[in-house]
């Protein structure tokens, strides 16, 4: 029998838990790492570590750890009524007064909110609402649906097929064949090069081409994150999402806008949508909306499409789409408070104030010799690690360079994620100081600065 609480803790993990996006025997090798506690930027591991969390978690700690108002507010509301189902016209204050604020912040085209447990259970509401709209049109053969590659819309059964990443499909037989994919607005891998009016002219015209190909009565929406973040934080040029807007208007194609990642604050303002001024048809929101603090994720749609599913289901027929845990009073209560603190608790604010200290804090790595791309979007960004900078020869995945630097992270006390091709993510919660910009990227250099010195790195360079 294992000696400590922690082997105890590694071995139950290793023969039970079954861990997201994780190669099982690779995971059971290394072994879990417990965290055990978090305040502000930082967490705890079960051995007592103190670790700069540079990612928010998965991208969803927004507010930071150990805020205390939440977890009042959580739990005012477990006392006082822990569930309310939403089923049979029940509902609960909190859960209608979310609703009712999300719809006050929003693009102004999405009136109408369904709330799910995150975000691919809200990306696959959002598939199920636009097969049902369509249906309910009387244009049963509009069931296309088109995506970028390299996009992450979750891994629910449809949304796993919009997903644009390998790994998602394989095994799984995704896509099906109404999911089409068009290549990601890269701009640092872009094969029309590194200027933003033609990678955005480049994307709009894939997006013709595949409806084209299609045809477009038989296309119903466009999915696609403002930033693709899963994808490895890919950050399209300025105008890109309008022009792609402007374009699925004008096809006569919903827009359904992912904002998962991007919500709440992570790119500046409370929505990424906002500062191009789309109106989405339907948009997706999990992760900064409770910030981690409890799982809930929503989908908001138009008028249009709410109005025609209500009309096709008539007065008595309903609309076959639920979970026990939509709506959860306590995630909603959750919800209510993080909302507060984004904007009366000067979260937002705090976020915009140091994001130029985040951007030159990682343009500034470009000068390290492993970085060959660095770009943001408020606070979530990125390095992309080369092996040349010239060519922009990326490492032999057998190198497993990834692995390397989240281990080196580790080493230094810091917590981001390396993604298979060298691209390190980072999302800082909103709540981080100059001070804690100073020491990430204190850490982070001294990451990258081991991670040169391994011989299979340098001989690879
Ligand atoms: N859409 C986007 C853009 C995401 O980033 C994610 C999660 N990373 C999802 C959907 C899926 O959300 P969840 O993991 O909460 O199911």
Redesign the pocket.
């Known amino acids: 029998m294992p000696s400590t609480n922690r082997d105890q803790l590694v071995a139950l993990d290793r023969q039970h838990l079954i861990h997201p996006v994780t190669n099982f025997r690779a995971h059971e090798k290394r072994g879990v790492t417990v965290l055990d506690s978090g305040k502000g930027a930082f967490l705890r591991d079960i051995d007592g570590n103190e670790l700069l969390d540079a990612f928010s978690g998965?991208?969803c700690v927004n507010t930071g750890y150990g805020q205390e108002s939440i977890v009042r507010a959580a739990t005012e509301q477990m006392a006082r009524l822990p569930y309310a189902t939403g089923y049979f016209s029940y509902g609960s204050e909190p859960a209608i007064r979310l609703a009712a604020q999300l719809v006050e912040l929003a693009p102004k085209s999405l009136r109408h909110v369904y709330f799910t447990q995150?975000?691919?259970?809200a990306?696959d509401a959002a598939i199920r609402y636009v097969v049902y709209y369509y249906n309910a049109l009387g244009k049963p053969q509009k069931k296309h649906f088109i995506s970028l590659q390299r996009g992450?819309?979750?891994?629910s059964a449809a949304?796993a097929g919009l997903t644009g990443l390998p790994v998602f499909h394989r095994n799984f037989d995704l896509p099906t064949l109404q999911q089409h994919h068009i290549p990601s607005p890269y701009p640092y891998r872009n094969p029309v090069g590194q200027d933003d009016a033609a990678i955005i002219a480049a994307s709009v015209q894939a997006l013709r081409d595949k409806v084209a190909e299609l045809g477009a009565e038989n296309v119903a929406a466009f999915f696609c994150?403002p930033i693709q973040?899963?994808g490895g934080v890919i950050v399209p040029p300025v105008g890109w999402l309008k022009a792609i807007a402007d374009t699925c208007r004008e096809l006569g194609i919903l827009l359904a806008v992912?904002e998962?990642?991007t919500g709440f604050g992570r790119t500046g303002p409370l929505f990424a949508c906002e500062a191009e001024g789309v109106e989405p048809d339907l948009m997706?929101m999990?992760?900064g909306l409770t910030a981690g603090y409890a799982p809930m994720?929503a989908v908001m749609m138009s008028s249009a499409i709410y109005d025609a599913i209500s009309e096709a289901a008539g007065p008595d027929i309903a609309v076959g789409h639920g979970q026990t845990y939509s709506a959860h009073p306590v995630a909603a209560a959750i919800g209510l408070e993080v909302l507060r603190l984004y904007h009366e608790g000067g979260l937002l604010a705090n976020g915009i104030a140091v994001t130029p200290r985040f951007t030159a804090g990682l343009q500034e790595l470009l000068a390290h010799p492993l970085v060959g791309d660095a770009r943001n979007r408020g606070l979530v960004g990125a390095l992309e690690l080369v092996a040349d900078k010239k060519s922009k020869r990326q490492f032999d995945p057998a190198l497993r360079v990834n692995e390397a630097v989240a281990e080196a992270a580790y080493r230094n006390r810091l917590v981001f994620r390396a993604f298979n091709d060298s691209i390190l993510g980072f999302a800082p919660a909103l709540c981080y100081t100059e001070e804690e910009f100073d020491l990430l990227f204190m850490r982070l250099k001294r990451t990258l600065d081991e991670v040169l010195e391994l011989p299979a790195v340098r001989a690879a360079m």
């Open positions: 998965l991208w995150g975000g691919s259970d990306v992450y819309h979750g891994s949304g994150e973040g899963s992912d998962v990642i997706t999990a992760k994720g």
